[in-house]
T-cell receptor, first 114, second 118 residues
Framework: AQSVTQLDSQVPVFEEAPVELRCNYS??????LFWYVQYPNQGLQLLLK??????LVKGINGFEAEFNKSQTSFHLRKPSVHISDTAEYFC????????????FGTGTKLQVIP | DAGVIQSPRHEVTEMGQEVTLRCKPI?????LFWYRQTMMRGLELLIY????????DSGMPEDRFSAKMPNASFSTLKIQPSEPRDSAVYFC????????????????FGPGTRLTVL
């Protein structure tokens, strides 16, 4: 079975400052990793995904994440946040190859302070 | 594409009443998922379908909950009878199968149905 840990439930950050949202996963097999974003009163939408290849993955809205197999981490970063980035961010994991259930983390609320 | 469509967007009902939530997945997607989101429990997978067949319903909380997918373009989640603790946002999501036959498990979420049971 897989699990995902998002240690930070809330992250406040000033506008134009950098941010890192942490995600650690546990799995005995190779995995696909995802970050989803949920804006207020909306469904989740995919921000970026790691399937294979380059460990640095770039997503929408200037976000990127780095897959670190040795540390079993997939942290999300943005060098300069905007007010519009205020949302909840979910890390997710699933075994690679063939469909299996996606396991979501508990989410991190990013609050961008003007 | 219009994306995943859910109806109603908001539902307020009284305890004991039957509630039916509806979902239209993205055309061509083979997988459909029902999730429940609450402050206390976060995002929970209730059930998912592959090609209209229920594959895993282990997340369905109890017999009061049932889900059907009569065809590739429609699914329902029914709660009968409803209870106040069922109040939550219910999401439907769908997922495609890639051209090669594999699946990257990327899911496309609908806007959700906010259910309030009084």
């Amino acid at each position: 079975a897989q699990s995902v840990t998002q240690l930070d439930s809330q992250v406040p950050v000033f506008e134009e400052a950098p941010v890192e949202l942490r995600c650690n996963y546990s799995s005995s097999v190779s995995v696909y990793l995802f970050w989803y974003v949920q804006y207020p009163n909306q469904g989740l939408q995919l921000l970026l995904k790691y399937l294979s290849g380059s460990t640095l993955v770039k997503g929408i809205n200037g976000f990127e994440a780095e897959f670190n197999k040795s540390q079993t981490s997939f942290h999300l970063r943005k060098p300069s946040v905007h007010i519009s980035d205020t949302a909840e961010y979910f890390c997710a994991v699933t075994p690679s190859g063939g469909y299996q259930k996606v396991t979501f983390g508990t989410g991190t609320k990013l609050q961008v302070i003007p | 594409d219009a994306g995943v469509i859910q109806s109603p967007r908001h539902e307020v009902t009284e305890m004991g009443q039957e509630v039916t939530l509806r979902c239209k997945p993205i055309s061509g997607h083979d997988y459909l998922f029902w999730y429940r989101q609450t402050m206390m429990r976060g995002l929970e997978l209730l059930i998912y379908f592959n090609n209209n067949v229920p594959i895993d319903d282990s997340g369905m909380p109890e017999d009061r909950f049932s889900a059907k997918m009569p065809n590739a373009s429609f699914s329902t989640l029914k709660i009968q009878p409803s209870e106040p603790r069922d109040s939550a946002v219910y999401f439907c999501a769908s997922s495609p199968r890639t051209f090669s036959g594999g699946n990257t498990n990327e899911q496309f979420f609908g806007p959700g149905t906010r259910l309030t049971v009084l």
